[in-house]
């Protein structure tokens, strides 16, 4: 299966979230299977080898994580993909990729938990353990999709925000958009891009893997290619090696986190629909924001107007944003399929005129519109 | 048809997800937006299993059904849990060899897929395809050049032939249904219900 571009197909989400990769030329797939993110390991163990890439099925996301990590520090684009039991599992790979700053995707099709749960069924519990499920301060680049056509595009997106960046990102979709099918017109090849990673011009024996530049982004040289470097979960210094020397400490900790917290503008994306002139907004991501639409078109035959915002990026939280437009507003109603995560984020950014009113679902069926319609008419 | 919502349910195994997808490809060919969900348990077969095909000629928002316009129940327990989601003037479609109640609503259409399946076709697994066929032939919603088009290209080659025989022969046992269903209709309606506007008198000199 080759990415078919231009054409208008019958695509699943989590064979959008594939052909995204295919797209941006991944070559490195580690995983271990699980409900639902299943299919994208599937057809990437089928297309890989024929690209002369590699795939394999580790013993466990443990090892996964980390043999995604190897194949990208040897240069390859690698992905892993998994669910909430597996996400839990690969914390610990996730922040040593956090620190040695190697850039990888991170699928994770959210199911209901905590532990097994419900393992076919849809949540949006690890939000908050897509944040800071790894111990010590780190960045966390998290990007959520709504439609099929978005698992294939943020899924692109992902890989280059983490070569750019060159730190972990994670898709967090979750199982309805993973298992839907939906007709998807994919873009021409001319209108994609793909970026990859910066690769030093220095010579072999100036090379500092962790070199402090402008942007804070180190550019990366593999395994093999000649240069020498050392990769360590310890602190570190420019070279890779571990380090308690004060001021080195706090360069490295400080260059962790401005590069991204200075580049905002490059990874902050919400959409907006209607926000500017409603008094009342519902704030949603993921597949719930298909439920916030629907309830706004209900709400409008009842003559009723609500906005919808809706981050696309969940993290970094798109503070300036919400504070930009939400601040004003007399309601904000929170639907999540969570017990409440992101909710205390915009409660956080809203002063305390603002009702902020939460729908929330855990039984692994999607809020429907009605119930956020039956919220927005209590207070409308 | 501008939008339609159509739901195939049973248990896990009855091949209600290739049913599903290939009712989808099919919407797809004739031009329209289509969304597919699935919703299944844990095991491998049996579990109630669902398969939600929403058809649009705008864009989909909520991926599930709310109000079904056409449900296909391949068991009691389906029957009974969606029976209650149909619309009023929606279709319910029910395996006989699996139910004996079919719920109050809608227009009901019995037929025994899977006895039929096993005793024609020698094989159970032919059952959706036969649902297929009753399916389209009752709701007339795409051509069935299309559907053919679509079973030829989804199935593998070795039950290509089984799989469109299955199909073509519920097409016509649809009719047959669709055929008995107008005969039993009672001629006498409700004075006070709206006249259904295929009856309309056309008015003379005024514009719709």
Redesign the interface.
């Known amino acids: 299966m080759t990415v078919p571009w231009g054409e208008t197909r019958l695509v699943q989400g989590n064979e959008a979230v594939a052909l995204g990769a295919l797209a941006s030329g991944v070559r490195f797939f580690g995983g271990y299977p699980i409900t639902p993110s299943t299919e994208i390991a599937e057809i990437l163990a089928r297309e890989l080898p024929r690209l002369g890439g590699v795939f394999i099925q580790m013993e466990d996301e443990i090892a996964s994580i980390s043999a995604v990590m190897g194949a990208s520090l040897a240069g390859a684009k690698s992905m892993t993909a998994t669910s909430g039991p597996g996400f839990s599992l690969m914390q610990e790979g996730l922040g040593f990729g956090c620190i040695a700053e190697i850039p990888f995707v991170l699928v994770d099709v959210m199911r209901a938990g905590p532990s097994t749960g419900l393992p076919t069924q849809v949540s949006q519990g690890d939000v908050m353990q897509a944040r800071w499920g790894t111990h010590g301060d780190h960045p966390a680049v998290v990007l959520a999709p709504a439609t099929v056509r978005e698992c294939f595009d943020l899924t692109i997106r992902a890989f280059n925000l983490s070569e750019t960046f060159r730190t972990p990102v994670i898709l967090l979709s979750d199982e309805v958009i993973g298992h839907m099918r939906e007709r998807v017109t994919f873009p021409r090849r001319e209108e994609v891009e793909v970026i990859e990673r910066p690769v030093p011009e220095t010579p072999k024996e100036w090379y500092e893997h962790y070199h402090p530049t402008a942007s804070n982004v180190s550019p990366m040289a593999c395994y093999g290619s000649g240069y020498r470097f050392h990769v360590t979960g310890l602190t570190h210094d420019r070279q890779g090696f571990p380090t308690r020397r004060r001021d080195e400490v706090n360069e490295m900790m400080e260059r962790l986190k401005h590069k991204v917290a200075r580049r905002l503008d490059e990874l902050v994306e919400v959409k907006m629909h209607d926000v500017e002139h409603s008094r009342v907004v519902i704030f949603a991501y993921g597949s719930v924001v298909r439920s916030a639409k629907a309830a706004q078109v209900m709400l409008e035959k009842k003559h009723r107007r609500v906005g919808v915002f809706r981050p696309v990026t969940l993290w970094p939280f798109p503070d300036r944003e919400v504070k930009q437009h939400l601040d004003e507003k007399d309601v904000i109603i929170v639907p999540e399929l969570n017990q409440g995560q992101l909710i205390h984020e915009v409660e956080r950014l809203t002063s305390d005129t603002v009702r902020v009113i939460p729908v929330q679902r855990v039984d692994g069926y999607e809020i429907t519109p009605d119930e956020i319609v039956a919220a927005a008419m209590e207070v409308m | 048809m501008r939008y339609a919502e159509i739901r195939l349910s049973g248990s896990g195994g009855q091949g209600l997800g290739l049913a ?2 290939i009712l ?2 099919v919407a ?1 060919a004739e031009d ?11 095991e491998a077969r049996g579990g109630a299993s669902r398969t939600d095909v929403i058809v649009s000629r705008d864009e ?5 059904c ?1 109000e079904i316009d056409v449900l296909l129940a391949m068991n009691q327990e389906s029957c009974d849990t969606f029976g209650e989601e149909v619309k009023e003037t929606g279709i319910v479609i029910v395996d006989s060899t699996f139910c004996d109640q079919t719920p109050a609503v809608g227009t009901v259409y019995r037929y025994p897929f899977t006895r039929v399946a096993v005793e024609k076709f020698e094989s159970a697994l032919t059952a959706n395809m036969i649902a297929l066929g009753v399916l389209a032939s009752i709701t007339r919603y795409f051509p069935f050049e299309a559907w053919k088009r679509v079973i030829s290209a989804r199935t593998p080659e070795r039950f290509r032939r089984v799989n469109l025989e299955a199909f073509e022969f519920g097409c016509a046992e649809g009719r047959t249904l669709v055929k008995e269903q107008s005969e039993n209709r009672p001629v006498v309606w409700d004075r006070k219900a709206p006249v259904p506007p295929g009856l309309k008198r056309k008015q003379r000199g005024r514009q719709s």
Not at chain 2, 60 to 64: G, S
């Open positions: 599903g997808r989808s490809e797809m329209f937006n289509v969304c597919q969900t699935q919703s299944y348990g844990p989909i928002l909520f991926p599930n709310r």
